[in-house]
């Protein structure tokens, strides 16, 4: 039925070398890209690849009834969030999607969208990010095909349990969609992947970026050397070793581990202040170390492990976290970095970035919009993820051409 060419190795220009990957089934429907204005900038990157693999690839089928659409100069589907003074809004399409394959983009994190309520300026929040994308689904639901969901950041993923008298929202946001006619809901490192339970009868793929990361990190830092006597992976808490052990099991490497000394007679913001950072693994002395978690919010616990590492004689410490929030702002960052105490920065483009964290010398943008063109156009043709959520094969590949260049 047609191939598709999935990009194996690129250069920073653009010099692209592809893979070919048989495509057996035709599409669910036309494809169409739904970005909500929270995510334009990651999704135009999406859809100029999606129309670059489109154009180049050779197939009899091309002019058949079911490609129809199929080849096109953008997927975009133009939509609009209109909003009343009193706040409310409505989402409406600008054009037909009658039987289209849809896929909402949006990024519940982009605060630096506002919206005015009774002639006052407003930020936007998590909450009306979601509740835009739930007006948009509105507007598509008996019309789109299918409607599939694209949320980087999971809404209410940090409150994914219940430990006190206290709501269960990310389940509930969850149910909500599917209740509304979703049928598959695509996330990046879910704070805690078992959420999928909410809804064990629909698909929400929580996507790790550990190939991302490692030819990112390869590709700024060629003279690492990846091996267990040179190189460790750290996770900066308990809730995170599964991420870290994955990690490290990808590129041969040695875990540790920082575990959180609370106090758990009082809560201050909400949570059990930290006392102190206690260290479980091997000796990290002389050795570069990857910190990685799923995000960074503050950024005091991943900056505490950092100095940890580097009073114990580590040499290089780079943080790698898939979600870039910095709610405090980046000088705490600014310092530890003059300081020496962190190296280098490594967040995805998968959540709004400021124009400050972006010209800072130690940040480290890790581009995430290839990889979801890629699920998007497997998606869109039924085809199995396997390969590309489980990315042994082109992580051992990186691995490699790395080891031959040094």
């Known amino acids: 039925m047609g191939k598709t060419f999935v990009e194996r190795n690129s250069d920073m220009e653009g010099t692209v070398m592809y893979e070919e990957k048989a495509i057996d089934r035709i599409p669910v429907g036309a494809l169409g890209l739904v970005p909500l204005e929270s995510c334009n900038q990651l999704a135009q990157k999406v859809d100029g690849y ?193 991420r870290a052990i994955y990690f490290a099991n990808m590129l041969g490497l040695d875990v540790g581990m920082f575990y959180k000394r609370r106090d758990y007679s009082v809560i201050v913001d909400g949570t059990n202040p930290i006392i102190a950072h206690e260290y479980l693994g091997s000796n990290v002395e002389g050795k570069d170390v990857v910190v990685i978690d799923d995000m960074i919010s503050s950024g005091g616990s991943m900056l505490e492990v950092a100095k940890e590492l580097k009073e114990r004689k580590a040499k290089r410490v780079f943080v790698c976290a898939t979600f870039g929030l910095f709610t405090n702002g980046l000088k705490k960052f600014d310092e530890y970095y003059e300081k020496g105490l962190i190296d280098a920065i490594f967040t995805t483009n998968l959540i709004y970035q400021t124009p400050e964290l972006l010209q800072k010398p130690y940040y480290i943008n890790v581009d995430m919009s290839k990889y979801i063109a890629l699920i998007i156009d497997s998606i869109n043709h039924d085809v199995s993820l396997s390969e590309l959520l489980t990315p042994i094969s082109r992580v051992n590949n990186e691995l490699e051409e790395h080891r031959k260049k040094r």
């Open 50 to 242: 999606l129309v670059n693999w489109r154009h180049k690839k050779q197939s009899e089928h091309k002019s058949t009834l079911p490609f129809v659409g199929y080849e096109k100069s953008s997927y975009i589907v133009k939509s609009k969030i209109s909003r009343f003074g009193s706040g409310e809004a409505k989402g409406e399409f600008e054009e037909s999607i009658r039987g289209m394959d849809l896929f909402l983009m949006v990024d519940i994190c982009n605060y630096s969208l506002t919206y005015s309520l009774s002639g006052m300026t407003n930020r936007m929040s998590p909450d009306d990010h979601y509740q835009d994308l739930k007006r948009i689904i509105a507007a598509a639901a008996g019309k789109a095909r299918r409607i599939n969901v694209i949320m980087p950041f999971l809404y209410e993923s940090r409150q994914h349990k219940r430990t006190r008298r206290e709501s269960l929202d990310c389940a509930i946001a969850l149910q909500e969609l599917v209740s509304m006619g979703v049928d598959n809901i695509i996330t990046f490192d879910a704070h805690d992947p078992r959420v999928q339970n909410a809804i064990p009868l629909k698909t929400l793929e929580t996507v790790q970026p550990i190939y991302q990361y490692t030819k990112t990190l390869l590709q700024n830092y060629p003279d690492l050397e990846v091996d267990a006597q040179h190189m460790m992976v750290i996770s900066p808490d308990e809730g995170g070793m599964r």
